[in-house]
């Protein structure tokens, strides 16, 4: 799971957030760092890098709040 | 679940001035029935003019405000929604602070007064430091807004949330061209939804929205599976240099207001 949270949190920093301080708890919706847009851009990201679908209803702003918790929706998904 | 369908689409002069006209509203406005208006919020201001607006918030606006990190994220959600307080109690003609909210099921706000066809509708949205509002009166609508900025992967995006006509015509644009086009297109689905009171989905690909600056798009009943029973309008907005929008409201042939906040008379 370490390795899944690297590579989210990798993404995030580099392709939103550069040169920000985030770590994997840090709220990213609720506090203002990222929209609606970029969390469809992570989504997509993550669709792709794990040749996986995230089901529209899992899609939530509660599951991409965090690196913590994209970790656990793709644990759901069967991404270790 | 619908067949994607190319939606008729019309250009018209005065959706092309409409769409890149705002204005310094007058002291007194009326908003009728056949109307919507559409409020640009400039985020960017004097720390007095946020402190004004933050005391416009309600108890639980403040707290949300304070959990705001991001750099700016705080004085943002505080002018744009302090402003909308202002924008709206000009409608209301009551005190921005004695305005009430409700949350509907998916998420979306609303006012908290008697429903019906005198019922005042409005939707918010923001964008690094900018923000619109849209008011209608006894009407559905949404709003959305974006600046235009790099996006990884907006191609697969495009490929999983755009119809296959929204596909063909982004391939027929310059890089540029296509991502401003992207955006507009993504701000008309946006506009949309929020107006149903739904959110993001893979239905997105089932209606085609214009993904020209100048173009209405009528969209026609159940575009979104499940969605509207009526039609809506889409206008593509141009709010300011490097940003695109659009707003959307049940029905046709309504016309469109675009005004700047803050103007004369304006509460804070």
Known sequence: MAIVKDTVLDHIRTELLPNKRISYDTRLITTGWVNSLDMVAVKTFLEGHYRIRIPDEMATAQAFDSVENIATLLGKLGVR | MPSPEKAPNHETADARRACRSWHRPPASLALSGGTVHVWRIDLDVPPPLVARLHRLLSSEEKERAARMHAPGADRRFVVSHGAT?????????????????????????????????????????????LALCAVAVGRDLGVDVERIRPVADWPQIAARYFSPNENEALLALSDEAALTAFFQGWTGKEAYTKALGRGISRQWSQFTVSLAPDTLTELPPASVSAGGKDVFTLWPLAPSAGYVAAVAARGTGWRLGCWHWPGPGSIA
């Open chain 2, 85 to 129: 307080r202002a924008i709206l109690a000009r409608y209301l003609t009551r005190p921005p602070e004695e305005i009430d909210f409700l949350t509907g099921a998916g998420g979306k706000p609303y006012l908290a007064l008697p429903p019906g066809p005198s019922a005042l509708c409005f939707n918010l949205s923001h964008s690094a430091d």
